[in-house]
């Protein structure tokens, strides 16, 4: 049997006790594992719910933090959390392993090798998984058992240690109990995890955990699709208002006319089609926190009554004479400059003064080094799981071209980047001729360069023909064309099919040589039809004439 000295595993706990931070003492933990037990990749996981979340790993793709792995999903992964001891699955195991096309050096399925996990228990309760896999078969088979045990242990407990020194830290939990059901939305839109550990990132997140106790209000700035209300999610989470409600309101959404009954409330009768009394959105709020998206758009005539309730945490729903008192913390959110807006006299000065007690700016996508390969690894295993794959994952090339990207909508068009490259992935094809799902559910689909539309465009396509030169230009990038966005400042449907529409034919017709006919042909569709599309979504064509000396 293989033996691990007691030396070893001494040596171990101390750089367990030694290690100063979590990522210290995991990254200890997986170096040391690796140095006793030879095996090409190693990853410690925590339990979360019915979820396993990578927290350290080497040998396997840095996507993997992005991913989140449910365990009723992952035959293995369900083994290990329901087994006592270490398990060791046969080499010839037909179960599908949760790391097919992750492990570095490793393209596409694993063959047959060595796979084991170590469940991490801690008074009882499952807190982690730590898994090992070896491309040398039998590799973990004559492994000592008391080991195994040993190092499971101490794994534990670096784990548990980890997990309390984070609760102490936070002191705080996720809201339990909501008031309405747009509490619950505001909470859990978009997911509810910071993804990203970049400099702006870890700069972020002080910032929040040092203002998110306080009740100082807070102005979130940022450009679209950053992440703004996530990051008014996680105020709200990290602060002594958590099991108060966290109500949201888009103030661009609301007719101006229904601006204040939709924050202060009114009473039955107070205008026409007032038939019953309605509470607004500052007394849902009350003991709690109200985040104001997109406070940009607020109307001048009801800037100053938002400014009375910040001040003097008093509102007076419309139609009635009284007053009532409010314990009401504000976050608000806008993509717009707000300074310019108040240069410009469409902003009151002293509001903006007053929301900006403390301005936290979200970055945006491109300067958030290193964050995109692991953001890219978290959307992929949501859209697997809508689409009911078994894997998917994106090779080398297309990590490259998402990093070269410049992202001008930020993580949002990142997400929606991944999702349509999943379908044509998904489809078996590098274009787009017709979707052909494939039947084996099984199989590892993998996203490639070529699957991501509309990241590498050029600024002039040309061919040259005798002396006649074709040219059609491209921007830079693709944007949604005026008009197209809807009042929350999102991109609706319809403009998303346009601009995926417009995309489509702009890569097709380079690839065809701009041969409207041999583009037309390649869509399965008429040439007319085809040409008075591209007119209406503003894609035009000239010809140059270039004499040749």
Known sequence: ??????????????????????????????????????????????????????????GLSADLDGRRFITSEHPRFWQICRSDIPVIFPEDSRLPDPYDGLVQGQRGDLPVHSCMGIPLRADDHLIGVL????????????????????????????????????????????????????????????GGEIIGDSPVMQKLRQELKLVAPSDYTVLVEGETGTGKELVARKLHEWSRRSEGPLVYINCAAIPENLVESELFGHVKGAFTGADKKREGKFSLADGGTLFLDEIGELPLTIQSKLLRALQSQEIQPVG?????????????????LLNDEVAKGLFRADLYHRLSVYPVQVPPLRQREGDITVLAGYFAEQVRRRLGLAQLVLDDQAIRKLNLYHWPGNVRELEHVISRAALLAQSGLDGFRSVRLRADHRAVIRIKASHLMGLALTDEVRQVSGNRTLSTHLPEQIIPLPGMQNASGRLSLKAETEQFQKQLILNTLQDQGMNWAATARYLGTDRANLVRLARRLGIKTEKKIRTQH
């Open 131 to 190: 898994t090992l896999d070896s491309l040398v078969p039998g590799m973990f088979d004559e492994i000592e058992p008391h080991t195994l045990e040993l190092m499971a242990a101490m794994s534990a407990a670096s784990l548990k240690t980890a997990i309390r020194l984070q609760q102490l830290e936070e002191d705080s939990h996720h809201s339990h109990s909501v008031i309405s059901e747009l509490t619950q939305e505001a909470l859990y839109r978009d």
């Open 1 to 58: 049997m293989k033996f691990i000295s007691h030396n070893a595993l001494i040596q171990l706990a101390i750089d367990m006790a030694d290690s100063l931070s979590d990522r210290d003492r995991f990254d200890r933990l997986l170096t040391t594992v690796r140095s006793l037990i030879p095996c090409d990749a190693v990853a410690l996981l925590a339990v979360s719910g019915d979820t396993l979340k990578p927290l350290a790993h080497k």
């Open 320 to 336: 009635q004479d009284n007053v009532r008192h409010v314990d009401v913390r504000v976050v608000a959110a806008t993509n717009r």
